[in-house]
């Protein structure tokens, strides 16, 4: 587990106090504890985590730069590894010296990392908190008249400060499963943005933010796609290697997809031991898929059709509380769990390839863009000419892109006011939903100050920052809290190579592509989950299987939905949704929703319909969102 918190203010030391109470109150863990108070008692930091890439598992208190600082996560150098504790001192000091200077962090081609690093300057009492552009790695803080609280967990802060809830954070999260901007469910308790620096000035208690100018910043031109893609190549391939270590086993959950053979195809090349696990049965399509994936990069593989240990008990949600305070993705727990058993020494993800190199964000923020444009699209691009109409898609305004975003998500906030009692709603539908209008328009205005990005790059920005990192990051945090975490499609160099390619290129995977074709070799001629072909086909006959995939998956549904036996059903259904329904979790699962918030007249009619079969639960994500927020709120 990686947890931090802190205080700047006045007797430091006795607010400190108080967060060591809640932490030992809600996590008990044999990890050790390691806090710093500063000199002049207006600082307190603590931190508790496992030993990984960087040595160092404590505070640093530097007399001479009077300089307090911690990492939470950590950097890689990959020419200096392995560190010493007294050189990760030193890295971490010159970072903090930078960060002093500018207020930022510079990340260059040959360091980095998934971190927030927190910096107090004892001579101007000033706290500043710098994070990775990732944004794996949350950070929480209040403001009072007694100064300035932060830590990783909310649960710490909302038992110190008992803060009202937030009802349109809570919406916001059951609706979207992200807030939107630094809105919680929580008042006064925000979120840090991502890639943003908070600066916290005692003397004048002020809080103030920098936004990141890195990414998303300018569209990056090139004279055809093939010059995108090498470059994109080279990022990728250099920033793998900086973070395996051909020392250790690397693990990874593997899927039929694009983003999990990204990270294999990468590790591949790096000449890394690999293990990798998938979930599901034998006969499934995906995870035959998975198996051939593995066994052409010689990966130690293996299969689990059941999904252990995530029966849910008491003791099973209060541990996934204390990890990452979410119980959305408990399999992702057990699949680290299973990868940690089995040898691995670090876990990799393809955490967010498909929105940073598929355009899937904009896909589905501009539900507008129909299929037909598409597949023009798609034709034209084969034969290398620019589509019109795509150009007239990335000339919209920011107004359009307003109201793209609201609508979209006014439609799920409308599809989920069913979910919650009367007595929370109140009858103040409209009022809530401006305020979440306000919400989604702030966060348009955020991006765009910072300079005169094309409306696409918000869009992707917004679908990046909220639906990636936030919902989805639940799973890399989960996995992440058993085993060290490597991304490298979120290695910085990469990241800003991404986010800065020509937005027209990635609809429908136009760049991710090529970028397969031309470099995956045999793991290219391997079909997907989605795609029931060799992918190093023609793009119109990727586009055209892809589509008839759908409207087939469609009806194996409807299908699934009429069958009776459950060994047939099991064959055509994920693994998933077998699981929920051959356990007694849908029984269990009422018993830990707090029906003050909830429906439970809404929740009884679903259970009994996906008990039944007669509705898809997929994840089961919306249930587990209802008991994590139960949670949370008591």
Same mark, same amino acid.
């Given at each position: 587990?990686?947890?931090?918190?802190?205080?700047?203010?006045?007797?430091?030391?006795?607010?400190?106090?108080?967060?060591?109470?809640?932490?030992?109150?809600?996590?008990?863990?044999?990890?050790?504890?390691?806090?710093?108070?500063?000199?002049?008692?207006?600082?307190?930091?603590?931190?508790?985590?496992?030993?990984?890439?960087?040595?160092?598992?404590?505070?640093?208190?530097?007399?001479?730069?009077?300089?307090?600082?911690?990492?939470?996560?950590?950097?890689?150098?990959?020419?200096?590894?392995?560190?010493?504790?007294?050189?990760?001192?030193?890295?971490?000091?010159?970072?903090?010296?930078? =960060?002093?200077?500018?207020?930022? %962090?510079?990340?260059?081609?040959?360091?980095? $990392? #998934?971190?927030?690093?927190?910096?107090? @300057?004892?001579?101007?009492?000033?706290?500043?908190i710098v994070g990775d552009y990732s944004g794996l790695m949350p950070l929480y803080f209040y403001k009072s008249n007694q100064g300035f609280f932060f830590s990783s967990h909310i649960r710490i802060l909302s038992y110190v400060l008992s803060p009202a809830i937030d009802r349109v954070g809570v919406i916001e999260r059951v609706s979207y499963h992200y807030t939107i901007g630094r809105r919680t469910v929580f008042k006064d308790v925000f979120q840090k943005n991502v890639g943003e620096t908070v600066i916290y000035e005692l003397?004048?208690?002020?809080?103030?933010?920098?936004?990141?100018?890195?990414?998303?910043?300018?569209?990056?031109?090139?004279?055809?796609?093939?010059?995108?893609?090498?470059?994109?190549?080279?990022?990728? =391939?250099?920033?793998?290697?900086? %973070?395996?270590?051909?020392?250790?086993?690397? $693990? #990874?959950?593997?899927?039929?997809?694009? @983003?999990t053979r990204l990270v294999i195809y990468g590790l591949q090349k790096t000449g890394a031991s690999i293990q990798s696990l998938t979930f599901g049965d034998p006969n499934n399509f995906e995870v035959r898929i998975a198996g051939k994936i593995a066994r052409m990069v010689n990966s130690e593989h293996e299969v689990y059709t059941p999904i252990m240990d995530c029966d849910l008990t008491d003791s099973r949600i209060l541990n996934l509380m204390r990890l990452v305070e979410t119980v959305s993705f408990p399999?992702?727990?057990?699949?680290?769990?299973?990868?940690?058993?089995?040898?691995?020494?670090?876990?990799?993800?393809?955490?967010?390839?498909?929105?940073?190199?598929?355009?899937?964000?904009?896909?589905?923020?501009?539900?507008?863009?129909?299929?037909q444009n598409r597949l023009i699209y798609v034709l034209k691009r084969m034969i290398g000419c620019h589509s019109s109409s795509m150009s007239k898609m990335t000339r919209k305004t920011f107004e359009d892109g307003f109201l793209l975003t609201d609508s979209f998500h006014r439609r799920l906030f409308d599809r989920s006011a069913r979910f919650f009692s009367d007595s929370f709603l109140d009858g103040h539908d409209q009022e809530i939903y401006s305020e979440i209008r306000n919400d989604i328009r702030g966060e348009l205005i955020r991006y765009a100050s910072l300079n005169d990005s094309l409306l696409m790059f918000l869009l992707e920005r917004f679908w990046y920052e909220h639906h990636v990192s936030k919902e989805f990051g639940g799973q890399e945090r989960t996995v992440g809290s058993i085993l060290p975490l490597l991304t490298p499609t979120v290695h910085h160099s990469f990241l800003s190579l991404c986010t800065n390619l020509p937005v027209d290129r990635k609809i429908d995977h136009g760049i991710y592509l090529r970028f397969i074709k031309h470099y995956f070799g045999n793991l290219a001629k391997i079909p997907t989950s989605n795609i029931p072909v060799p992918i190093n086909l023609p793009d119109i006959i990727l586009w055209t299987s892809r589509a008839i995939r759908a409207y087939i998956d469609q009806k194996l549904v409807k299908r699934q939905i009429s069958l009776k036996s459950f060994e047939t059903r099991r064959k055509g259904w994920s693994n998933f949704e077998s699981w929920f329904r051959r356990t007694d979790f849908l029984d269990k699962a009422a018993l830990f929703v707090d029906y003050d918030v909830f429906s439970e007249k809404y929740l009884t009619r679903q259970i009994e319909k996906w008990k039944n079969w007669e509705s898809r639960i997929y994840s089961g994500q919306e249930l587990l969102t209802f008991i994590t927020l139960s949670k949370l709120i008591k």
């Open positions: 587990m990686n947890i931090v918190f802190g205080f700047i203010g006045e007797q430091a030391s006795n607010r400190f106090l108080r967060l060591a109470e809640a932490y030992e109150r809600l996590f008990s863990t044999d990890q050790h504890l390691n806090n710093v108070i500063s000199p002049d008692n207006h600082a307190a930091f603590a931190i508790s985590q496992p030993g990984g890439f960087f040595p160092i598992s404590g505070p640093v208190l530097d007399i001479n730069e009077n300089l307090l600082l911690m990492l939470n996560g950590y950097f890689w150098y990959h020419d200096h590894f392995p560190l010493t504790i007294k050189e990760a001192a030193n890295q971490l000091v010159q970072a903090g010296k930078e =960060i002093r200077r500018t207020n930022q %962090l510079e990340m260059t081609e040959t360091d980095g $990392g #998934v971190f927030n690093l927190f910096l107090y @300057d004892i001579l101007k009492k000033k706290l500043t003397e004048n208690n002020t809080t103030s933010f920098i936004q990141p100018t890195a990414y998303y910043s300018r569209q990056r031109f090139y004279k055809n796609d093939m010059e995108a893609v090498e470059e994109l190549h080279h990022a990728y =391939i250099s920033g793998i290697k900086e %973070l395996t270590r051909p020392s250790l086993i690397h $693990g #990874v959950l593997l899927s039929g997809g694009f @983003d399999y992702c727990e057990s699949g680290a769990s299973l990868l940690k058993k089995s040898g691995s020494q670090t876990i990799s993800t393809g955490f967010a390839g498909e929105t940073l190199l598929g355009g899937q964000g904009y896909n589905l923020l501009g539900s507008s863009f129909s299929s």
